[in-house]
């Protein structure tokens, strides 16, 4: 389900300066709608008409350049305009106040993207956060529980959100309903975890679902099997935007519906969507009348983002006597991690900054783990009453991601988004957590399934917690080939699932099929890396596929 990156695109992405431009060269009328093909390569842009050739001199004569890029920003904006309100009027008149709700956001969102004018981050003002402002997970955890926790729990919500599909991992449908653990999908393991909750300290935690249009029909259906387990659970949608063509800026969709060839027309804008999807679903109105204070957000596909009682009382019961806005989980960093956002100070508030906002300059230094420590897990806890305060002021700020695509007819296109932890800049008295990596635990391949399928992991109530049989509390490195790629292949290559808890590192090339009862054990013990090297005869291919594993001590494979 994506972190905050430079509101300046990187080279080859449309900026506005580009688009100022590409609208000199071509009034209004010239600029269509995108066509259903590819443009030709490099096409040359339409002439001028006698009006526009007019209109522009004009404003050529009486600017300068400054004036000019506002004077053609405006006319993007327009032109904009004129073609929102067609699609607009496609509408049917149940979805008319929805989509129009949409597309307003979008146009807010255009327009700041057609203001911006160069990256989002002074590489000179970025200092270390304050000791203060990013707490060790011992200390908050150090106070205690009260006896009252249920009432501080009956304060809380939980949000997952589950806008994603499962296409990377050659699923279809939501992510969410893929099989993580027993048969287990991660929404059955995220409503066994509040169940749980409920029925331990008889309260009543809802859980919230933000889907996106690509999921959200797949996920009320499997809801029903819910009905009776203590956990209300509810739902809303984030936006649907328009993709916009790469060079003429405008929307590539005919009209409202997202199915046949619009199927590619139309976007989630990012998790950054939940602020104003939220509000405008009157779910968080609800919420806050029902005596709920806190939401706790975190991506669904991160098994160990589970509802931590000692941050939440940190939250309900500060020891200053303030309570807190927006807190972010963060973790340490490893290097796997190098290019995850961090927490800074920046002009006297927390902010949150990602690799794409790091002048190129000093990427080698944002990657220094010795310097930048720690990275967002999106795991936050933000007030409710706070974010009700800031959407209707307009003052939440999150930088906007410019994430370019290419469609299936080759067409390239742009979508505009944003990221929730970028907003912690706009909220009071904002806290990172320093938590253990155990609460980030995300699957994102099969690589990650492997690990949390194995014998690495208990599961009790939802939750995956390490084995006490491993020695080490750290996770080992897998990485299996293209050839694990999809669920199905890598299901259909185990038998069963290997030992894995005296594992260090395991890497596999090929198309290898593991047997039953493998076990693969390695040393952290050993002076210096060792490796075993193993071609692996697979005769129903043909071929000879590679397996390396690192720091072994003798195993069994029965391959």
Known sequence: MKASRPEAPPSGHPTPQRACVRAARAPPAARARAPAQAPPPSPEAPPLSAPARRDFSKAMSQAGPSQFQEVIRQELED??????????????????EHTKKDLE???????????????????????????DSIQPYEKIKARGLPDNIASVLNKLVVVKLNGGLGTSMGCKGPKSLIGVRNENTFLDLTVQQIEHLNKTYNTDVPLVLMNSFNTDEDTKKILQKYSHTRVKIYTFNQSRYPRINKETLLPIAKD????????????????????????????????????????????????????????????????NGKR?????EVTNKTRADVKGGTLTQYENKLRLVEIAQVPKAHVDEFKSVSKFKIFNTNNLWIALSAIKRLQEKNAIDMEIIVNPKTLD?????????????????????????????SRFLPVKTTSDLLLVMSNLYSLN???????????????????????????????????????????????????????????????????????????????????????????????????
């Open 79 to 96: 032109s904009m305009k004129i073609e929102l309100d067609k699609i607009l009027a496609t509408a049917p008149s149940n979805e008319l």
């Open 105 to 131: 956001g979008f146009k807010k969102l255009f327009h700041r993207f057609l203001q911006e004018k160069g990256p989002s981050v002074d590489w000179g003002k970025i200092q270390r956060p304050p000791e």
């Open 256 to 319: 409202v519906s997202y199915s046949g060839e619009n199927t590619e027309c139309w976007y989630p804008p990012g998790h950054g969507d939940i602020y104003g999807s939220f509000y405008n679903s009157g779910l968080l109105d609800n919420l806050i009348a029902e005596g709920k204070e806190y939401i706790f957000v975190s991506n669904i596909d991160n098994l160990g983002a589970t509802v931590d009682l000692y941050i939440l009382n940190h939250l309900m019961n500060p020891p």
């Open 324 to 328: 807190c806005e927006f807190v972010m």
């Open 409 to 437: 007819g080759g067409l390239n296109v742009i979508q505009l988004e944003t990221a929730v932890g970028a907003a912690i800049k706009s909220f009071e008295n904002s806290l990172g957590i320093n938590v253990p990596r």
């Open 461 to 559: 109530a939802g939750s995956l917690t390490m084995s006490e049989k491993r020695e080490f509390p750290t996770v080992p490195l897998v990485k299996l080939g293209s050839s694990f790629t999809k669920v199905q292949d890598y299901l259909r290559r185990f038998e069963s699932i290997p030992d894995m808890l005296e594992l260090d590192h395991l890497t596999v090339s090929g198309d290898v099929t593991f047997g039953k009862n493998v076990s693969l054990k390695a040393s952290t013990t050993l002076p210096s890396r060792l490796a075993l090297q193993l071609w692996v005869h697979a005769p129903q291919f043909g071929i000879l596929a590679f397996l390396e594993l690192t720091n072994l001590v003798p195993f069994s494979m029965l391959l």
